[in-house]
């Protein structure tokens, strides 16, 4: 499967707060995904990630490697 920063995934499981997007900040190894509901961030392997994924959408197809493609609901590194 073919997943990549920024896309934004359709989990197969919701999460407790009721979403099922997940958007993907970081691949590798690992995913770094941030629920599009609560905001929360996590990591999980990839084969895991892999098989809880339903459908991937990517709505900006052809912007690859910027950084600011993802749709910021709270964006990255905006903690204080
Ligand atoms: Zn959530």
């Given at each position: 499967m073919d997943i990549r920063k920024g896309d934004r995934l359709v989990m197969k499981k919701k999460h407790p707060c009721g979403a099922n997007e997940m958007i993907v900040l970081r691949t590798g190894m690992d995913f770094k995904l941030r629920c599009a509901g609560c905001a929360r961030e996590f990591m999980i392997p990839r084969s895991k990630a892999e098989r809880s994924v339903k459908a991937v959408s990517r709505p900006?197809?052809?912007?690859?490697?910027?950084?600011?493609?993802e749709d910021t609901e709270g964006t990255e590194g905006g903690r204080s």
């Open positions: 900006d197809e052809g912007s690859e490697g910027s950084e600011g493609t």
